[in-house]
């Protein structure tokens, strides 16, 4: 039951990304009068920066979990 909900929360996580505006506010004045191409571009880049220590600390708590169930056993 964990697990379910624990794929479910990462599957909403990673897709729900793609509908978000990443964009801090010294971005957003800088890209105002730009196109939109250039924009989405920033947009995509944060998400993608923005990805990596949630994958960290997904990688650490899984770790710990293995590491915990090792030692019961």
Do not use: W
């Not at 800088?30 to 994958?55: H, Q, R």
């Not at 960290?56 to 293995?66: E, H, K, M």
């Amino acid at each position: 039951m964990l697990k379910k909900k624990l794929i479910l929360g990462l599957f909403f996580i990673v897709f729900s990304s793609k509908t978000t505006f990443s964009q801090c506010a010294m971005c957003k004045a800088v890209l105002e009068n730009g196109d939109v191409s250039m924009a989405e571009g920033v947009n995509n880049g944060i998400t993608y920066l923005m990805v990596f220590p949630y994958l960290l600390i997904g990688v650490l708590f899984y770790s710990i979990y293995r590491y915990n169930k090792k030692v019961k056993n």
